[in-house]
Nanobody
């Protein structure tokens, strides 16, 4: 059973930076694409960014494009979300998720517990 643990959340200043990490364990073999999602109070969970297992393909929501960067280090079983120039509207609980495929399209099978990000103006 794949387990995902997010870390790196907290309080950030608008215009600053923050890096989230998603550490995976329990993978046996195969490829795992990873995505970051977020849910703000009173809102639906939304897609933020995703990366293929090889790292060769990345995708971003329009709202974070140019500010956030997703990357991965498969040797460390970790996926990162670098958040530059965060805005107050980026405040949410951030979740990482994985699917046992190379590509990011399709439902995600495994989910972490989430990490709170609060951006102050």
């Amino acid at each position: 059973q794949v387990q995902l643990v997010e870390s790196g959340g907290g309080l950030a200043q608008a215009g600053g930076s923050l890096r989230l990490s998603c550490a995976a364990s329990g993978r046996t073999f195969g490829s795992f694409a990873t995505g970051w999602f977020r849910q703000a109070p009173g809102k639906e969970r939304e897609f933020v960014a995703a990366i293929s297992w090889s790292g060769g393909s990345t995708y971003y929501a329009d709202s974070v494009k140019g500010r956030f960067t997703i990357s991965r280090d498969n040797a460390k079983n970790t996926v990162y979300l670098q958040m530059n120039s965060p805005k107050p509207e980026d405040t949410a609980v951030y979740y990482c998720a994985e699917r046992p495929e190379e590509g990011v399209d399709g439902p995600y099978t495994y989910w972490g517990q989430g990490t709170q990000v609060t951006v102050s103006s």
